[in-house]
């Protein structure tokens, strides 16, 4: 007899059992092959997903530090740098 089953599709069209290992597979993708053969594609996308809340807050973090920064930046010039003419 037919069964219904729950099943989640990554970006790709491939099904997964589970909502992380669909978005593992999101992941892995976005990244490419990392290592020989891309063997640490998959640990890599777990350790990101496993991460995320860290991962999160640095983004967030450097989103606010580039928001606020001057675009034209500001030159300091340190002590050893200056010429002795100067």
Request: charged content about 30%; proline content about 3%; aromatic content about 4%.
């Amino acid at each position: 007899m037919a069964k219904v089953v729950e099943a989640y599709r990554d970006e790709r069209g491939t099904l997964h059992n589970t909502p992380a290992n669909a978005i593992v597979a999101d992941i892995a993708a976005a990244l490419g092959r990392v290592g020989d053969e891309g063997g640490l594609t998959n640990g890599v996308a777990t350790l990101i997903l496993e991460k995320r809340k860290d991962i999160e807050r640095a983004f967030a973090d450097y989103d606010a530090l580039v928001q606020r920064q001057d675009p034209r930046g500001e030159v300091v010039q340190h002590p050893a740098m200056r010429s002795e003419s100067a």
